[in-house]
């Protein structure tokens, strides 16, 4: 095994050494390499034991690791003794960590600049040595879509698999770009079955199960899960113990991945007055967050009553912010990874997000955030701006808003969100049986 493994090491050093001297990295060349170090030694031989190893790889955010968390179980399904690995980023891997779909599950530090081909190639090659290159993969499954997917790629391939499933560029809906020819393109060259997506199909959780279904194997649920245990429901109720018992629960996830997706805190503050003031009932609101969303929460936590709201930010753990969700009666905040946690939780959510409605017709399916990342399969009512402002309302850009920060989506009022509050609860509280998505 051990002069296997040189044989492929040396392959990468001589790419590496070629790339340095000439400045330039020819991807082809780097393919045409590797693949002969893998034929030679064995790596995409057919095993007679049939399909025995599996590695998914999801190296990106919290939210895309939920949406993709039906994935992961519906392969199992297919593949019930195989030993899958998953590999996801340091971030995400206390979500993974009780999978119990998954043989292996382990972190990759992906806190790098991955546009840079050398220090792609030096990392995940290492990362593979160490826990790839001892075993032999049958299949390799890489679901996100487009450039970013970039580590997952070049992580398959350097992983010695025999078939590598992944998405290729859909490039009916990429016609407005100028993609690389086939021969430089890792989507193509990295991968055995590269999937085309369906045009009519739009959901993150759809596209991830169609990887399954472009390859002939069959989906029986489409549901998101999460996994955490009773010491992170313990510790959720120590953490809640504050609040009184008789009133609603509403978790607030204030967060987002960019500044644009981020509904304005003081547009919050106005809401949860109208909601506090006009409610029947006893309502707190309960914060989580990181450190990002600290000065936020202190401001909301200021400007409520004391017995209100519950500041749980830099509070919890990942598992124990699921936790806290579950024990709770409704999520209120932005197009979030902790909004996708209510989901899967089916927890009754209001999210408010950043794509005007009269953009859905001008952003096709890679750019329309709102149709890709609505709540899935969730009791929900979707806020948004009506029309796009400015330079927002032309361009052809990802979300419908092309500002850096909170834009379009201020757009969403206060009262709007009180009202969904209202409007939510009433069905939640007279209806048997009420839509999943109420989108307004």
């Known amino acids: ?105 382990i972190a990759f530090d992906n806190n790098f600049n991955s546009s840079d081909f050398l220090e792609l190639v030096t990392r995940v090659s290492k990362f593979a040595e160490e826990h790839f290159w001892q075993d032999r993969y049958d299949l390799s499954f890489s679901v996100q879509w487009g450039s970013e997917n970039l580590p997952a790629l070049f992580m398959g391939y350097l992983s010695g698999a025999r078939e590598r499933i992944g998405y290729g560029y859909q490039i009916e809906l990429m016609h407005f770009d100028k993609l690389p020819p086939k021969n430089q393109d890792p989507n193509y060259l990295f991968l055995t079955k590269p999937v085309i997506n369906p045009k009519d199909m739009l959901h993150e959780v759809e596209k991830h199960l169609y990887v399954l279904e472009a390859v002939g194997l069959p989906v029986r649920s489409k549901n998101m899960e999460l996994w955490y245990n009773f010491e992170d429901i313990q510790n959720a109720r120590g953490l809640l113990n504050g609040i009184n018992s008789d009133y609603i629960k509403i978790v607030v996830g204030i967060g987002a991945g960019g ?80 909004m996708h946690m209510a989901a899967a939780l089916n927890t009754p959510i209001i999210t408010v997000y ?52 909170a834009h379009c989506i201020n757009q969403v009022k206060p009262k709007e969100i009180a009202e969904a509050f209202d409007n939510l609860k009433y069905l939640l509280d007279h209806c048997h049986c009420y839509p999943a998505n109420l989108k307004t």
């Open 259 to 338: 500044d644009s997706r981020k509904y304005s805190v003081e547009g919050y503050i106005k809401a949860f007055k109208m909601i506090i003031e006009h409610t029947k009932e006893k309502v707190c609101f309960v914060i989580i967050g990181g450190k990002a969303e600290a000065e936020d929460a202190r401001m909301i936590q200021k400007s409520l009553p004391e017995k209100c709201v519950h500041n749980l930010v830099e509070k919890t753990t990942l598992r124990e912010t699921i936790a806290v969700i579950s024990l709770s009666d409704m999520f209120i905040g932005n197009d979030t990874g902790v």
């Open 1 to 105: 095994m051990e002069e296997k493994n040189i044989i492929i090491k040396q392959s990468i050093k001589n790419v590496i050494e070629r790339t340095r001297e000439s400045r330039n990295f020819d991807l082809a060349n780097f393919f045409n390499q590797l693949e002969s170090a893998f034929q030679k030694t064995g790596f995409r031989e057919v095993q007679k034991a049939g399909v025995k190893n599996i590695l998914v790889m999801r190296l990106d955010a919290i939210g895309d690791f939920v949406l993709t968390s039906g994935f992961i179980r519906e392969l199992r399904l297919n593949y019930p003794f195989a030993r899958i690995t998953l590999v996801v980023s340091k971030l995400v891997y206390p979500l993974a960590e009780l999978c119990p779909y998954v043989n292996k599950v």
């Open 354 to 405: 950043r794509q005007p409605k009269d953009k859905d017709s001008m952003v096709p399916g890679v750019f329309n955030e709102y149709y890709r990342f609505s709540p899935w399969q969730a009791r929900a009512v979707v806020l948004r701006p009506v029309h796009a402002l400015g330079e927002c309302k032309t361009a052809l850009v990802y979300g419908g808003c092309k500002e850096p920060t």
